[in-house]
T-cell receptor, first 113, second 112 residues
Framework: AQSVTQPDIHITVSEGASLELRCNYSYGATPYLFWYVQSPGQGLQLLLKYFSGDTLVQGIKGFEAEFKRSQSSFNLRKPSVHWSDAAEYFCAVNPQGAQKLVFGQGTRLTINP | NAGVTQTPKFRVLKTGQSMTLLCAQDMNHEYMYWYRQDPGMGLRLIHYSVGEGTTAKGEVPDGYNVSRLKKQNFLLGLESAAPSQTSVYFC???????????FGQGTRLTVV
C-alpha cells in the first residue's frame, strides 16, 4: 500500500547535538516531499520541500533534508539542535498525479539541556 | 493577512449532534484539505478539494461530509457525532500540488 512512514515516534537529543529524523515513502513515482514542524498547540509550518534537482535541500531554522531515490527516503537533519527545536516533525508527500497531501505519523523531538 | 482561519476553535458535542466546521482562506488557493490529528497517528486526510465545487475523499472520510461552494471556504460537516470523532481538526490550503500548504490553528472537538 502507498504510505509515508516515520519509524521514530519519539527522539531525545541533547542541546548542541546533531539530529536526523527519518522518513520513508512507498509510491511508484517520486512524489513531492515536504517536512513540516508543529510546536505545541500550534498549526504546522513548512521547513523545506523537494520536487526535483539537487537532492540536498536547505530549509528554514538551519534544517536540511536529503532525498535518496534508491532508499525511498527523505531524512531531515540539523547539525546542532537548540532547545527551541523541541516540537513534533511531520514528513508529508504529495504523490504526483494524486493531488492530495499525505502525512507520516510524526516524530516528537525532545531536547535535553 | 489572515491566512487560514478555522471556526470554532473549541467545541463540545453530545453523541448524535451535528455541527459544521468552517475553514476560510484569503490567499486565493485552489487546494483545500481537512485533516484530523490524533495522538500517535499523525494527520490523516479526511476530505480535500482541488477547486471550487469539487471535493474528494481522503483516507478517513466516513462520518464526515464537505462542501466547497465558494473558493475561499471549505466546510466540514458531522451529521451525527460519535465519540470516535473526538480529535483536533486542521484545515489547510495550497496554491497547487507542489506548493506549500498553509494550516489553520486547529479546532479541538470533544464528543461526549
Amino acid at each position: 500500500a502507498q504510505s509515508v512512514t516515520q519509524p521514530d515516534i519519539h527522539i531525545t537529543v541533547s542541546e548542541g547535538a546533531s539530529l536526523e529524523l527519518r522518513c520513508n515513502y512507498s509510491y511508484g513515482a517520486t512524489p513531492y516531499l515536504f517536512w513540516y514542524v508543529q510546536s505545541p498547540g500550534q498549526g504546522l509550518q513548512l521547513l523545506l520541500k523537494y520536487f526535483s534537482g539537487d537532492t540536498l535541500v536547505q530549509g528554514i531554522k538551519g534544517f536540511e533534508a536529503e532525498f535518496k531515490r534508491s532508499q525511498s527516503s527523505f531524512n531531515l537533519r540539523k547539525p546542532s539542535v537548540h532547545w527551541s527545536d523541541a516540537a513534533e516533525y511531520f514528513c508529508a508527500v504529495n504523490p504526483q498525479g494524486a493531488q492530495k497531501l499525505v502525512f507520516g505519523q510524526g516524530t516528537r523531538l525532545t531536547i535535553n539541556p | 493577512n489572515a491566512g487560514v482561519t478555522q471556526t470554532p476553535k473549541f467545541r463540545v458535542l453530545k453523541t448524535g449532534q451535528s455541527m459544521t466546521l468552517l475553514c476560510a482562506q484569503d490567499m486565493n488557493h485552489e487546494y483545500m484539505y481537512w485533516y484530523r490529528q490524533d495522538p500517535g497517528m499523525g494527520l490523516r486526510l479526511i476530505h480535500y478539494s482541488v477547486g471550487e465545487g469539487t471535493t474528494a475523499k481522503g483516507e478517513v472520510p466516513d462520518g464526515y461530509n464537505v462542501s466547497r461552494l465558494k473558493k475561499q471556504n471549505f466546510l466540514l460537516g458531522l451529521e451525527s457525532a460519535a465519540p470516535s470523532q473526538t480529535s483536533v481538526y486542521f484545515c489547510a490550503s495550497s496554491r497547487g500540488q507542489a506548493s506549500e500548504a498553509f494550516f489553520g490553528q486547529g479546532t479541538r472537538l470533544t464528543v461526549v
